[in-house]
């Protein structure tokens, strides 16, 4: 659930000024041990068409982007449907 609601954090905060980044931010940023099990995790999150690779030109390499501007709500409801139900019986 920490992840989530990570990657909902980031997301928040890039949607305002970034339409997209790479995939290598979020890696380094959430922990990941590789870009392909955090570009595994967004396509868990329903995030896979979400996912572009971009073609670099003279000389630039290509990089995987994630379109974070579109995102906001696929993690919104994430986060939404994972706190729906709190369970309180351990704290009595």
Do not use: N
Request: charged share 30%; glycine share 6%; proline share 2%.
């Amino acid at each position: 659930m920490l992840v989530l609601s990570e990657v909902r954090e980031h997301v928040l905060m890039l949607y305002s000024y970034r339409p997209d980044i790479d995939i290598r931010f979020l890696t380094e940023e959430l922990g990941f041990e590789s870009d392909t099990e955090c570009v595994q995790f967004l396509c868990d999150q329903g995030a896979s068409d979400l996912i572009e690779q971009k073609s670099g030109d003279k000389g630039v390499p290509s990089s995987i982007r994630f379109q974070t501007a579109k995102a906001y709500h696929i993690f919104e409801d994430a986060k939404k449907s994972a706190f729906k139900k709190v369970d309180i019986k351990g704290q009595m």
